[in-house]
């Protein structure tokens, strides 16, 4: 059973920052594309970010464009996203997941393993 495990999470005045981890258990990101998706109260879950696997390419839904940043240290078996600027309508509870086709989409249904999530909440 593949485990993804998201950390960084909480609550953040608008404006603010945090960064989020995702990295697993007995099992190498290395070689996948990584998604983030948020899923707000009510919501249907959505893309934020994907990054590929060389992280050559990187993707971002339109509303952060500018302000998230998607990276990855393969090293540490670990992937990022930075986020900048945070607006209350990033709030939202943060997943990532695996890409295992290597489509960056945003599709929820190209991936195959997902974490539990980590909230995020931008108020003041």
């Known amino acids: 059973q593949v485990q993804l495990v998201e950390s960084g999470g909480g609550l953040v005045q608008p404006g603010g920052s945090l960064r989020l981890s995702c990295t697993a258990s007995?099992?190498?990101?290395?070689?996948?594309?990584i998604g983030w998706f948020r899923q707000a109260p009510g919501k249907e879950r959505e893309g934020v970010s994907c990054?590929?696997?060389?992280?050559?390419?990187?993707y971002y839904v339109d509303s952060v464009k500018g302000r998230f940043t998607i990276s990855r240290d393969n090293a540490k078996n670990t992937v990022y996203l930075q986020m900048n600027s945070l607006e209350p309508e990033d709030t939202a509870v943060y997943y990532c997941?695996?890409?295992?086709?290597?489509?960056?989409?945003?599709?929820?249904?190209?991936?195959?393993?997902w974490g539990q999530g980590t909230q995020v909440t931008v108020s003041s």
């Open positions: 997941a695996v890409d295992k086709r290597a489509l960056c989409t945003f599709d929820r249904r190209n991936y195959d393993y």
């Open positions: 990054i590929s696997s060389s992280s050559s390419r990187a």
């Open positions: 007995r099992f190498g990101l290395d070689t996948y594309f």
